[in-house]
């Protein structure tokens, strides 16, 4: 599990985030939500290590961030960015990435490696497309790889901002079920979201960001009840119940 306790961070002479206590548990899919410039993707870059703190505590499986190397966090957090180049390398190669924290210099693969990236692949439903180069793919296709990626990485924590961002609606929920699919095997899921019927439907619990500070913690349930989403994002909900749980919309 991962604790973060009175935690601040930010850009030199820009503090973004402020007193944020936050735990991000196992088995659980996590929606950080907010309008933009709220701290959403700074709190992602914090707890993966690639942005400094400026004051607080990330706790990794009880153990202070700082005291971890660059290999050591990797073998632990995940972390899809929102956006990121295409390589010209087939998406087999590329899944083959996330066994990058636990190779030596030269790299080799073993084995072992090549099978764990067959069965990410498979586990995403991305079998078929570990021969393809990875920028003939469509949006949805490459986030899959990506998540297979993430999965051959081996980590209790994935850390993904704005998984769902351009892909067509079919390929959000793909996406989103196997997010839910990733927290049900025991691993902490948290998605930087703005699709906020998206994030009620398919996380276990939901944090508010408002203006670098935690408005709000809380399940789907508590969150919609609750006034400070209409106040902080300046939109209403609604909602109807099916056999599958209940359908959010914009009202």
Not at 32 to 45: A, D, F, I
Not at 113 to 136: C, F, H, K, Q, Y
Not at 177 to 196: F, I, K, P, S, T
Not at 210 to 233: C, D, F
Request: hydrophobic share 40%.
């Amino acid at each position: 599990m991962i604790e973060l306790k009175n935690l601040r961070a930010g850009y030199p002479g820009r503090p973004v985030l402020e007193d944020v206590t936050l735990d991000l548990r196992p088995g659980q899919v996590l929606a950080v939500l907010g309008p933009n410039g709220c701290g959403k993707s700074t709190l992602l870059r914090t707890v993966n290590g690639l942005l400094a703190r400026s004051g607080g505590e990330v706790l990794v499986d009880g153990v202070p961030l700082e005291r971890l190397s660059a290999k050591e966090i990797a073998q632990k957090v995940a972390y899809l960015p929102q956006s990121r180049s295409v390589p010209n390398i087939t998406a087999g190669r590329m899944v083959l990435h996330g066994r990058f924290p636990y190779l030596s210099y030269p790299r080799r693969y073993s084995q072992e490696d090549r099978e764990m990236v067959r069965r990410a692949l498979d586990w995403v439903g991305a079998a078929e497309l570990a021969s393809r180069p990875l920028a003939e793919l469509s949006g949805g296709q490459r986030q899959k790889v990506y998540l297979a990626m993430a999965l051959a990485q081996d980590t209790s924590t994935i850390l993904m901002d704005e998984p769902t961002t351009y892909l067509d609606v079919g390929c959000q929920l793909e996406v989103m079920a196997l997010a839910r699919r990733l927290a049900e095997e025991g691993r902490a899921v948290v998605m930087v979201l703005h699709d906020l019927t998206l994030a009620l439907r398919y996380a276990h619990q939901t944090a508010l960001l408002w203006e670098g500070r935690v408005r709000q913690t809380g399940t789907p349930e508590e969150l919609y009840r609750g006034e400070a989403l209409e106040q902080v994002m300046g939109v209403r909900l609604g909602r109807v119940e099916t056999e599958e749980g209940w359908r959010y919309f914009y009202r």
